[in-house]
């Protein structure tokens, strides 16, 4: 298995915030996990920015996550509300849980992580083992656009300005190199979280770089086939329009006969 | 950048097999790999989708047992016709390629210049890898030459006539000049074609102008590679361009060689 880059999560509380901003696709997920006839898993679940308001949508829901740092943010804000998850630290490539899922889910392009063909057909069969018959698996991958293919490798773009949740100064994640393999398929990144201090001047930046895998829609289509789900269907979006444009995000569900 | 819809049902430019003849027979960037294939295998070959025979007819040369399978009576017609003046006489199978039965197996199956672009669907596309290895002897290989969909192909988009080769008619001396009109859909991996080749004299102007639609299908590396997973062969290897180098740029040629397992 390709060892994987964590970096990018090595501040689970920066991340946490970081990622704050980005709900557009909770309802979705809440709304799938309350139509399952039964428990639901969600593999990457970091620091629960789904998984929390999932807990508190009544759903019997588990997490799994590769990194120990962010399913302990998980932990401190799910108990902040009074809640107690079931989580697991495992590798979506080869875990074992006890429980077989309804639903399992990798919301957030977590399934991107998987760099090869091979681990996204361990992670795809590891999952589908830990799915009842007739269960679901739903993700969500970005198509990649033109526009990032031939987009300059170096790049400084600030994403998004926060504050810091300790001290309550201002904080930037900012991109500063994003280049793509266009024959292997991969994103390789590299995106600073930049404090400052009371005056405004600049701070500690922590710097992370991580690697993802797009996949291309006919390509997923036989990835789900190989890994033994008979039945799959492809979305253009959250609001399950058809998928169109290559700006559309892939949201794929797959099911086990 | 959806195709538009098809206005007019032009025909296949295969319906047009000396017109196609004068256009692309002189095409040989390909032919020295193909002879190496054929001449390195020690064993029968099938050229998938042979058309008038621009590679077949170089194998017969060569002393290669090769054969064919066209959709085309007409194409496989006009090689059987270029062939017969060489006294060769190969075995040809008008037959769809997703859907062929040959009496023999063989130690190469060739799927040259993009014939299998004309698989437009995931199933239409197994169905031909599937039949492929099936008339693969044991340790037999599929070797498949389909250009990678580079950003090059989807930048060209505008539907706008580009003239994409230029030849001369050795009869008449008027000059052939293919103009293309794509419609591509990336998500799709889709591209429609309205071709038109005209005719022109010394002067210039335009003797005949012939229209045909084609439709093609593209593949991207790793989805290759899952097909021929899928469809049953042993091990599976994509090279980039024609001297086996790896495949790293998506300006290059992709050769996929598919293998059945040995006996």
Redesign the interface.
Known sequence: METQDLSQYIEPALYDVAYAWHTADIPFWITRAQQAAGPVLEAGCGTGRVLVPTLQAGVDAEGLDLHPGMLEMLKKKAAAVGLAPRVHLADMRDFTVPRRFALITVPFRGFMHLLT?EDQLRALRCMREHLEPGGSLVLNLF?PT?ER??EPGEVERVEHEFDHPETGLPVALVTVRRESD??R?VLHAEMELRESDARGYAGAVHRHRFSLRW?????M???L??AGFPRCEVRGGFDGRP????T?EMVWTAWKD | MRPEASTTAAPSPYEAPELYDQLFESLDFDRHFWLEVGRGCNGPVLDLGCGTGRVLIPLLEAGVDADGVDLSPAMLDRLRAKAAKQDFHPRLLAADMRDFTLPRLYARVLCAFNAFAHCETLEDQLATLRCCREHLAPGGALVLHISYPGTALWLGAGGEPVLEHETTRPASGHRLQIYDRRFLDRVNQSQRSEIEVREMDSRGGIVTSHRFETRQRWVYRYELELLLRLAGFARWEIQGDFDGAPLERDDQQMIAWGWREPA
């Open positions: 063909t198509y033109l293919m031939v266009r024959v398929q996949t291309y829609r006919f390509e289509e036989l990835l086939k190989a998928l169109e444009r290559d559309d």
